[in-house]
């Protein structure tokens, strides 16, 4: 199973970007993680999805960023809105999988870069 990341990159205070993580080599991707990492900082869970669609956030990213997905893609989607400044970190997908050998596993994508600045 490889779980990948895409989408971040550079975007000025107030713009947006949408993150994907798609998991291949997979029958089925259960919950689904968003985690950021600041550096000097804690990894910080931004966003988890489950399985039938119930999502949480953090409180510092409520009403500016959505997560959703798509099962038949085997991946998951991290809508950033109105990015300021501390949202830049490396964003993170981490995720539950089955793998084609009916293994139930959590795996970790690499990182994408996300850097709000004007």
């Known amino acids: 199973v490889q779980l990948q990341a895409f989408g971040g990159g550079l975007v000025q205070p107030g713009g947006s970007l949408r993150l994907a993580c798609a998991a291949s080599?997979?029958?089925?991707?259960?919950?689904i993680n968003w985690y950021r990492q600041a550096p000097g900082k804690e990894r910080e869970l931004v966003a988890s999805i489950t399985s039938s669609g119930s999502s949480k956030y953090a409180e510092s990213v409520k009403g500016r960023f959505t997560i959703s997905r798509d099962n038949a893609k085997k991946s998951g989607y991290l809508q950033m809105n109105n990015l300021k400044n501390e949202d830049t970190a490396v964003y993170l997908c981490n995720a539950e999988v089955l793998s084609t050998d009916y293994v139930l596993s959590w795996f970790w994508g690499r990182g994408t870069q996300v850097t709000v600045s004007s």
């Open positions: 080599g997979s029958i089925m991707v259960h919950d």
